[in-house]
């Protein structure tokens, strides 16, 4: 076996049973799940149609390159969303969904044969995929606090020299999971910097992007242009599973530094990532249309406005820059035992902040924070918000 698979941390939502086994929730109260990012909202039916009308592609072996027509959509909305003129052969690749994607890119960059143990650097708290693909690949992950003082934006300016010289790839999550925080022109300008003193790649994770109330989050790519730069060294990710709430179709795509995405498709033609025809075709649909992402958009902003500023009057938070989480302060300081009493006095279901987080420098900076993903109906949320209303007040 891999060795390194016994470095691999338990994942969050494994922790979360764990914390809630023999937990009692109070009798008739329906349970309202808001630990998972999972979307809710229904499948749009420009996808649903996509999907029926291709099922003759089930009897077709997938190009790992993705059809021409996929990837013209893909390169169309990047025009769209961000006034970028993308190499539809180049530079951009369809992927099974950006946990995948994640994983495997590291495992194609990663070059572990040289003396020292490389170096894979990830935001604090993060996405536990960026880790395990740190880690399997034979790099040592160095995580970077991302705290309230620094606008939940990783400080840079305290990773040590010896750490910057080892360093092959860099994580970042704009907008951020679980904080929301988006990352500012500057702040991408000061990566970039960093990026061309060091010769990291940016692995920019951006699967939230469409999430947002009105004013639309900087994309990797966008401010690299907007500085001036090529894409070298940078890599986006997205998703269809946020956008078109779709995450059963296991659906995205990467974008940007044509020479990183020639042998990311080298690794995945071997690996054997291709994405089924029919679901390119749903796909391809998907991104060719904005309106049902603006209903989306619009049914999460609802649900921020009814619940954010009364959450607020009982716990510590603030409406984030984008996505459909609130991180939330909880007193005491002990968000493991948050959880488990909202649990058992409301039956509401959030997830610890610290078991996003890893403990370093000093610090677990998701310690004493929970996150509430609103991904369940309005009614639900409005409801949850009641309840933990009514929680705060007895405790």
Known sequence: MNPQLASLQPYPFQRLRQLMAGAVPPAGKTHINLSIGEPKHPTPDVIKDALTANLGGLASYPATLGSPELRQACAAWMQRRYGLAMDADKQILP???????????????????GEQRPVVISPNPFYQIYEGAALLAGAEPYYVNCLSDKRFQPDWQSVPEAIWQRTQVVFVCSPGNPTGAVMSLADWKNLFELSDRHGFVIASDECYSEIHFGQAPLGGLEAAAQLGRGFER???????????????MRSGFVAGDAALLEKFLLYRTYQGGAMSPTIQAASAAAWNDEAHVEANRAAYIAKFDAVTDRLAAVLELA??????????????GDDAAFA???FEEEHITVLPGSYLARDAHGVNPGRGFIRIALVATLAECTEATDRIIRFMQNN
Do not use: H
Not at 100 to 107: I, K
Not at 235 to 246: D, E
């Open 95 to 113: 992927v099974n969904g950006s946990r995948e994607a994640l994983f495997a890119f590291v495992q194609t960059l990663v070059d572990a044969s």
């Open 234 to 248: 940078i890599v986006m990710f997205t998703s269809l599973s946020k956008r078109s709430n779709a995450p059963g």
């Open 319 to 332: 409406r984030p820059d984008a996505s459909f989480y609130l991180w939330a302060r909880v007193p005491g």
């Open 340 to 342: 488990r009493r909202l």
